[in-house]
């Protein structure tokens, strides 16, 4: 079947549902829209470019190698303008024909593709590779009709295959599967690249290529792109586990084996499947239709588990591989309805949505029971893709009430006065500043054609398909020549089997019998999400001896423990950022008795870390509502196990803050009458906490903020801090404390050094812009982790777990988050003997979050390296002190 009516067909469905809604609030919203990207990439040209990135909240560019670096996710940042070359298209969709041609001339003068620098393949394909084609695309649609674009002779097309045989050197393998990183300059091979020793990579990785480098090949003629990554999806697909039919989510790009036997349509390996059916309707193969139903027919066997979308193991798809998702399945949806399965994508879409609406936004991950697994929100436009195509599909007006709240939520939450910043905390409405590429190339375009109408469009949309980064590339592509010898490699097993195609171009009457059909879908799924709060206590298997020394009793300075623990084979080691690992060899136990024993020790401390991840306390909030911030900065904030606690306050603590004398607040206040009525803020170390709390409390402070001495430290890098008490009974300290790395410390100190008087509000979360108390919504406790997991090694042999110094006065899971009726007391004051606070590691409560290796994915977060910065955080400031003016210029136009 034509591709062109495969789309057609799909799209024609349309049914009166609900209340519709009007034209005008319609074309009010496509306006919003329009404004929104206007704020975004305004800001971007004026304070970022040529800058890959904007970091929002500094209101400056991100460039790589002059921040503290981030791990792989900079490896999307080449030094090529990635936010301009990936919001070409975008521009042209919005009806900006004059910013368009003036950007297509920026890039063209401007960018270099030539960097000494080391790049991700899979990112560098998608967003500059895929935007320079899309860019080209919108060209040559504008210079055909005569009035744009006059001048342009292909510039753009030379660029992309300039920058596609750049990428080439990553395929040189045995596999075809592409290294998954490239020096622009220098390729893959030799010292001067700094890459190529790589030899794993994700499944999205290597799968997410065809679109472009087939349309590479198809506009310039030359076959050889197109040909590799054709290899590379076949090799994907004889490594199939053939039972399931199912692929893994990391690969070894040499042997082919699978590094990690976990599926599912998330992180890893959502873009592949994506890519096997858009292969299709690009390019007309049907084999890639094929191999996409195969796939789809054990994904919906195995994976789907309406409305959920659960991990399983490759050799044993029955089981489940986790309970919880990540946010990038949120595509699939949309993907459903391309290939016409509406059903269960109106069901997983309504239970994403539900989500959405408990938290504002998706978080990165969660749980089966709708907590918050990872809190991090990137501004990730995929639940925004699956409502555009839903409603396409559908014609319901519920889909344009959901574009409603993902619009609303954006200007509430997110917008600040130089754009739009990642959630870092979607509990706390704490943001980071960033603003990836992929928020003005994705996000824009799908809601801007949710609400537009047909005459809004500059060109027919439906005579495009959409990459992955919501490129548009031409589906006139599948009649352009292309050589023979690039078609995939086909064997007597693959023979077409008709019965693959039963749910390809629907018949779409058939699918709604009665306008009520979705509504009839997504009532259960509300109902199930609002009723998912209660969550079962973990299971323990019953007849466990018990070792001599509990892991909750446990003192990591207690002598006689650590005695214990050497005569169980046990080790403890200091890391560096402030935790202690325990290691347990079974061979160095002084008896076979003590080995067991501490073989238990073990199985129990990492029973008690999972169990602490999932019942610290959540952090807090910090909003600057002062002028000129107005409540759009927010900082995250790690809490006290004593004082007020802020997630029972309705309005939160709002004060103007003072730097206490001495600083330290170990002694005496001396600035009593500057700290009475006001927030103190205090340097950590000298002292314990809880001294410092009773020390501003006696001084007439009404709240206090803890900025932590260790320089360069920041929210970013280091696991969420929590301040313990000193042992002694608490319930003296009344207001509440609390406390900021050092990085966003300076940004609190800064601002008042410029004004002098800058008023705070401390929150269990952000409030709205006005700042005014937001209604409690109906949403669940939810755990307060970061992206961890915990996967035990051999017993036998050895065991390590990884926690929080702080064991010495935290030796027990804080039962806060819990059980708030119980906050009085914190085991930890129980049993905890009074120390000095002065060590980075002293009452920090809970268990240390051991990392969990992520994939390769295009948006996946990075632990990264924290120490190759060439610039201070003070030099930072400085820029961003220099930016305030920036924020007064703008006040007006925001406000």
């Known amino acids: 079947m034509p591709p062109v009516v495969f789309l057609l067909m799909l799209f024609g469905a349309s049914c009166s549902l609900g209340q519709a809604m009007t034209r005008e609030e319609k074309h009010r919203l496509r306006n919003q829209v329009v404004e929104m990207f206007d704020h975004a990439y305004q800001n971007y040209m004026d304070h970022a470019y040529p800058a890959d990135e904007l970091m929002p909240l500094t209101c400056r560019g991100r460039v790589r190698g002059l921040e503290p ?7 999307a940042l080449g030094k090529f303008s990635l936010t301009l070359i990936d919001t070409l298209d975008t521009l042209v969709l919005l009806n900006k024909t004059t910013e368009f041609e003036a950007a297509v001339r920026r890039v063209l003068s401007d960018v270099r593709l030539d960097n000494d620098i080391v790049v991700s393949v899979f990112e560098t394909n998608i967003r500059v590779l895929g935007g320079l084609l899309g860019g080209h695309s919108m060209a040559v649609m504008l210079k055909d009709g005569g009035q744009h674009m006059q001048w342009y002779q292909d510039e753009l097309l030379h660029m992309a295959k300039d920058l596609g045989v750049r990428l080439l050197p990553a395929f040189n393998t045995s596999s075809g599967l592409p290294y998954p990183r490239v020096n622009l300059k220098y390729g893959v091979r030799g010292p001067e690249t700094r890459t190529g020793t790589e030899t794993d990579t994700c499944t ?3 799968g997410t290529i065809i679109l472009e480098f087939a349309a590479l090949s198809r506009f310039t003629g030359d076959p050889v792109f197109e040909a590799h990554a054709r290899r590379a999806l076949d090799f994907l697909w004889e490594k199939r586990q053939r039972n399931s039919n199912l692929v893994g989510t990391t690969i070894n790009i040499h042997s082919g084996e699978w590094v990690r036997r976990d599926s599912g349509v998330g992180a890893g390996i959502d873009s592949y499947y994506e890519y096997l059916l858009k292969a299709y309707i690009l390019l007309g193969d049907d084999l890639f239709l094929q191999r996409f139903n195969i796939h789809y027919a054990s994904i919906m066997k195995y994976i789907s588990q309406p409305p959920l979308l659960l991990d399983v193991h490759i050799h044993k798809p029955l089981l489940p591989a986790r309970t919880w998702m990540d946010s990038l399945l949120a595509f699939f949806p949309g993907l459903q309805v391309l290939k016409g399965d509406i059903r269960p994508a109106i069901e997983t879409h309504e239970m994403l949505y539900q989500v959405t609406k408990k938290h504002n936004f998706l978080p990165e991950a969660f749980t089966t029971d709708f907590r918050v697994h990872w809190a991090q929100h990137p501004l990730r436009p995929e639940f925004a893709e699956s409502t555009y195509f839903l409603y396409k599909a559908t014609g319901d007006p519920y889909y344009l009430e959901a574009g409603r709240t993902i619009l609303d939520n954006l200007n509430r939450f997110a917008r600040v006065p130089c754009g739009f910043a990642a959630m870092k905390d979607v509990r706390t409405g704490s943001h980071e500043d960033r603003m990836d590429s992929f928020f003005l190339a994705e996000m824009f375009k799908y809601l801007f054609l949710l609400f537009a109408e047909a005459e809004d469009l500059p060109f027919d949309v439906e005579d495009y398909v959409f990459t992955t980064e919501a490129h548009l590339l031409p589906l006139s592509l599948s009649a352009a020549p292309h050589s023979s010898s690039v078609s995939s490699n086909r ?38 999400v ?37 005569r169980m084979g046990v080790s403890l080691i200091h890391l560096k950022d402030g935790r202690v690992q325990l290691v347990q060899h079974a061979t160095q136990a002084v008896s076979a008795v003590a080995a067991e024993d501490g073989v238990r020790f073990m199985q129990e401390m990492m029973e008690l870390s999972s169990q602490q991840q999932k019942e610290q306390l959540p952090p807090r909030a910090i909003q600057i509502v002062s002028h000129p911030f107005f409540g759009r900065v927010v900082l995250t904030a790690g809490p006290a196990q004593f004082g007020t606690d802020l997630s029972k306050s309705s309005t939160g603590v709002r004060g103007f803050v003072t730097v206490a004398e001495p600083y330290s607040g170990c002694s005496e206040i001396t600035n009593a009458e500057y700290v009475q009525g006001h927030i103190a803020l205090l340097q950590r170390g000298q002292c314990m906490f809880a001294e410092k709390a009773r020390h501003i409390q006696k001084a007439g402070a009404i709240g206090g ?26 319930d003296d300290i009344t207001l509440p404390l609390l406390f900021l790395f050092h990085k966003e410390g300076n940004i609190l100190l800064e601002a008042l050094k410029e004004y002098r008087e800058v008023e705070v509000l401390l929150s269990d979360k952000a409030r709205d812009r006005g700042v005014d108390v937001q209604e409690a919504g109906e949403g669940c406790l939810t755990e307060a982790t970061t992206p961890t997991s915990f996967e035990p090694t051999s017993q036998s042999q050895i065991s390590t777990v990884e926690l929080d110094e702080s064991v010495s006065e935290e030796v027990t899971p804080s039962q806060d988050a819990a059980s708030p009726e119980d906050e009085e007391t914190s085991p930890a004051e129980e049993v905890s003997p009074p120390e000095e606070e002065a060590s980075p590691t002293e009452a920090e409560a809970g268990l240390a979050q051991p990392k969990e290796e992520r994939d390769s994915d295009r948006r996946e977060e990075s632990e990264g390296d924290t120490d190759s910065s060439s610039q201070s955080v003070d030099e930072l400031l400085a820029d961003w002190r220099e930016d305030l003016e920036a924020f007064q210029q703008m006040e007006k136009d925001e406000l």
């Open 705 to 730: 903020i803890v900025i932590d001495d260790n320089d360069g430290s920041s929210s970013d890098t280091a696991p969420l801090f929590q301040m313990a008490g000193d042992g002694r009974n608490t």
């Open 491 to 528: 064997t007597s097993k693959e023979e077409l089997d008709d019965s693959n195609f039963d749910w390809t171009c629907p018949n779409t009457r058939l699918l709604f019998p009665d306008p009520a059909f979705p509504r009839n879908l997504r009532e259960p799924i509300r109902s199930a």
């Open 69 to 75: 670096s981030r791990g792989d996710i900079d490896d």
């Open 530 to 566: 609002d009723k998912s709060c209660p969550r079962p206590a973990p299971y323990r298997e019953p007849g466990m001896g018990r070792p001599p020394l509990r892991a909750q009793d446990f003192m990591a300075n207690n002598p006689e423990h650590l005695e214990l623990l050497r």
């Open 204 to 206: 999205a990785c290597a």
